[in-house]
């Protein structure tokens, strides 16, 4: 074991590639976890948007996938109301948008794909082609999500509510869930949310679940969902993976520093999700930065705190926000009411 590294980033997602992009002049080691994707909707959000903007960066079309959209069907199961808002997200390919951003780092960091499988003080043991690698690191950044290990093993549990996020893709021709982008609440197999988005030739459909019975919820959400003359046979393929949301300033940890060397999170391995609507790309982008940024001064740890409070302030308004979304009878008066809607139809007819 003889490599020793500035900064060794373990994930290689929007968080983990952005942070490795920012910095310069360092010798830093990216382990990318692999290429198997995570369940994501895939949708770029005005925020995530606007953190890109800061960099001028602008998306190459093939990121892009077919539709783009300009609203989001908001479906109450329990109710049968629907209710369209307007929004403008970008519609993308998840991995190739992730290939993207890898692509930009620049070529003095070391990338290698592989598994990080412990972490002992300072040092990181990953593996990759099926042989052990250890490396020293002077400061280690887990980038690697809600189930992350170097969360695991430097912090204790976070005080945040853990769900399961399933979602499986369809053939368009083998489904008849239209319009493109829907948003659906169903409180009998979760407080949480589902979607589903269509993807050039594909739909997908994924929701959040209690890990209690989850798969037995997203099955039955499924069938519930027949009698709105909505019928998902025959999925493509199954992802699902771990998510979390905030409920408060315990579902956040940024890093601790120890004598000889330093840990920090980023992104959702830090806690940062939107506990509303689950969007974590723009919060993946602003962490990395506010990180980025606090290496240029001395205590790092008190500037990447400071930094990121006003992220964290953000991410737990939007429980204020979740209070409206996921309570069914101030949902249901909110959708019956038809505020900053575009049209209400009941789905029972």
């Not at 930065?289 to 409070?309: C, G, M, Q, W």
């Amino acid at each position: 074991m003889n490599d020793i590294y500035d900064v060794v980033i373990v994930g290689a997602g929007p968080a983990g590639s952005t942070l490795a992009r920012l910095l310069k002049n360092r010798k830093v080691l990216l382990i990318h976890g692999g290429s198997d994707e995570k369940p994501c909707g895939g949708l770029l959000a005005p925020d995530a948007q606007k953190a890109l903007a800061v960099f001028d960066l602008t998306l190459p079309k093939d990121v892009l996938v077919d539709p783009q959209i300009f609203s989001v069907r908001t479906m109450d199961l329990e109710s049968g109301l629907q209710q369209w808002y307007q929004r403008m997200y970008i519609n993308m390919d998840r991995k190739k948008f992730d290939d993207w951003l890898i692509s930009l780092i620049p070529d003095t960091t070391e990338i290698v794909e592989g598994k990080c499988t412990s972490i002992h003080e300072n040092q990181v043991t990953y593996l990759k082609d099926g042989f052990k690698r250890t490396v020293k690191s002077k400061v280690i950044v887990g980038a690697d999500g809600a189930n992350s290990t170097v969360r695991k093993t430097y912090f204790p549990e976070l005080k945040t509510r853990r769900y399961v996020a399933i979602q499986q893709w369809f053939h368009k021709n083998d489904t008849q869930l239209k319009p493109f982008y829907s948003c659906i609440f169903d409180e009998k197999t979760s407080d949480c949310c589902s979607w589903s988005i269509n993807k050039n030739d594909y739909i997908i459909f994924g929701g959040a679940f209690a890990p209690k019975r989850c798969r037995e919820n997203f099955e039955k959400q499924k069938q519930r969902l027949k009698k709105f003359n909505i019928h998902l046979e025959n999925p493509v393929k199954t992802e699902a993976c771990q998510v979390l949301r905030p409920v408060g300033y315990n579902s956040f940890v940024n890093g601790v520093e120890f004598e000889e060397y330093s840990v920090f999170l980023i992104g959702e391995a830090a806690g940062f999700i939107s506990p509303s609507s689950l969007e974590g790309f723009s919060s993946a982008f602003n962490s990395a930065i506010a990180l980025s940024d606090s290496f240029k001064e001395k205590k790092v740890l008190k500037n990447y705190k400071r930094k990121t409070k006003g992220l964290k302030r953000k991410l737990l308004l939007k429980n204020i926000k979740s209070l409206f979304m996921y309570n069914p009878i101030l949902r249901k008066l909110i959708m019956m009411s038809g505020i900053d809607s575009i049209a209400m139809r009941d789905m029972t007819g």
